[in-house]
């Protein structure tokens, strides 16, 4: 009876220890930008990392777990806060200059991704002490965020005041893909880097996406913002606004996209 305790024990205390090996926690810290309606360079928006203006960047941290499910692959979830900004007064585009719009969101994303391991040296130095490695890899997975666009000047929370006409949820889901790899150290200690990149399927980070709805449309109350920030060329030129009914606010064929570039400790 008492071997039997010995080695169900043994087996225990195998298991648990081989549980602490699959895992890995970390915190993270990095900058974020991200692609949509406000801002920009010279020409209409372009995808991906063509129209981003760097000036823009800005700040993220977070915090994840990393469970190892096979040699070749890893599930990660994570949680990031992170902001992301975009102002018109930086375009280098007639029109986007002109229509003088400006924001700022300060988000919480979480992501569920795959990593699929390409490349790996578990032996860094060639030490045959294998303490120091080497591993780079795919992810791609689902994410969701939590979004609160306001004004860079004063912030004013955009949401609520359907600048457009109209409503849009404050969540949203995305697509997180990306490339990373990462350095262990001692067996113990990871350092790592990550490009991450998140397609979603709103056009609202920015609280632009299509057509100016008319200033007629709006409270004429002296307390209510809407009126004011729904069109704010006049700010630039009060002689010539540009928002009337149906013309062009954003493109609405596209969606909001944003890039984090993280730094990891696990």
Not at 11 to 17: E, F, G, I, R
Not at 41 to 64: L, P, Y
Not at 209 to 231: C, E, H, M, N, W
């Amino acid at each position: 009876m008492k071997n039997i305790f010995i080695l169900i024990l043994a087996l225990c205390l195998s298991s648990v220890s081989k549980a602490q090996w699959l895992w890995d926690y970390g915190v993270t810290v990095g900058v974020s930008n991200y692609l949509g309606d406000i801002g920009g360079k010279e020409k209409t928006r372009r995808d991906f990392v063509a129209d981003m203006k760097m000036a823009k960047t800005r700040w993220n941290v977070g915090g994840f777990a990393r469970y190892k499910v096979h040699q070749k692959v890893s599930v990660k979830l994570a949680l990031d806060y992170l902001r992301i900004e975009g102002d018109d007064k930086l375009s280098s585009n007639p029109a986007r200059n002109a229509r003088n719009l400006n924001f700022r969101n300060d988000m919480f994303d979480l992501g569920l991704t795959g990593q699929v391991f390409f490349y790996e040296d578990n032996d860094l130095g060639n030490t045959y002490r294998y303490k120091n490695g080497f591993r780079a890899y795919f992810f791609g997975g689902v994410g969701g965020f939590y979004s609160n666009p306001k004004t860079l000047d004063g912030g004013v929370k955009l949401r609520p005041l359907q600048t457009e006409g109209k409503a849009y949820s404050p969540v949203g889901f995305c697509i997180p893909a990306g490339i990373g790899f990462y350095f262990t150290i001692h067996k113990k200690h990871r350092i790592g880097y990550e490009l991450n990149y998140r397609t979603t399927f709103t056009d609202y980070l920015d609280d632009v996406s299509s057509t100016y709805v008319g200033i007629d449309k709006f409270s004429l109350k002296p307390k209510d913002p809407s009126r004011a920030l729904q069109d704010r060329s006049v700010e630039l030129n009060p002689n010539n606004a540009l928002g009337r009914t149906g013309k062009q606010r954003g493109n609405s064929a596209t969606r909001d996209q944003y890039l984090m570039c993280l730094f990891s400790v696990s």
